[in-house]
């Protein structure tokens, strides 16, 4: 699959990020200390008002073009690149408190880690501020020790290793119309189940090595200050 790659606004604020993500995806393996790759995707529920052909004599399954909409629901996942470890929730919404019942569950996939290293984006909702909201305050706290929090660049999902995970998912699942959140989220879990059993891995290859070197004239760019 070919990588789009947007880097949005090119400057030192850009860099820093990127680099302290390519360094974490570099890191030997420690169990202690997992790097996890979290977002939030979400998902229109479609059905179909003619059912499509079933495929026989070798021709591929027809769609026709209408459709009925079943409004929408929104997909939360991660996963741990070097060692296929997932998790997903299949919720109405993606509200602060179905990302506070996110994290509580993976912090409860990873009793003996000491400090769980979460990649994600700048969404609003992405805080510590969200358990604070939806738990006790001693629970708000003693979760909340569990996490180091790693953002992406703004523009820059490509960094976020969930988006290969969700590429997958889409080509084997979210691409189909599903019209009711139930179906969706049965898919969507045995899939990612099933992926986890055989312990499907990440190979990330960018570095900062790379980086700096296909990027060399931005890098250059930033320490004129003529970034743009």
Request: hydrophobic share 35%.
């Amino acid at each position: 699959m070919k990588q789009t790659w947007c880097f949005g606004h090119l400057d030192g604020h850009f860099l820093a990020r990127m680099e302290q993500l390519l360094w974490l995806y570099h890191r030997p393996y420690d169990a202690l200390h997992p790097v996890v790759c979290f977002d939030e995707r979400p998902c229109f529920l479609i059905g179909d008002v003619i059912e499509p052909t079933s495929r026989c004599g070798g021709r591929v399954k027809r769609e026709h073009y209408t459709y009925t909409k079943h409004g929408s629901c929104s997909v939360l996942a991660a996963i741990e690149p070097l060692t296929g470890k997932r998790l997903a929730h299949v919720k109405p919404r993606r509200t602060k408190k179905e990302y506070a019942l996110f994290l509580r569950d993976l912090a409860r996939k990873y009793p003996k880690a000491e400090k769980i290293h979460l990649v994600q984006d700048n969404l609003n909702t992405h805080s510590l501020g969200a358990l604070y909201e939806h738990f006790s305050p001693e629970q708000a706290f003693a979760l909340g020790q569990r996490f180091e929090f790693h953002y992406t660049p703004k523009c820059a999902s490509w960094l976020n290793m969930i988006e290969i995970e969700f590429s997958a998912l889409a080509r084997q699942c979210l691409k189909r119309r599903i019209p009711s959140m139930k179906q969706l989220a049965a898919e969507v879990l045995a899939l990612m189940r099933h992926r986890e059993q055989k312990s499907i891995k990440i190979n990330w290859q960018f570095s900062i090595e790379t980086a700096r070197t296909k990027l060399g004239r931005h890098y250059t760019e930033v320490r004129a200050g003529k970034a743009k």
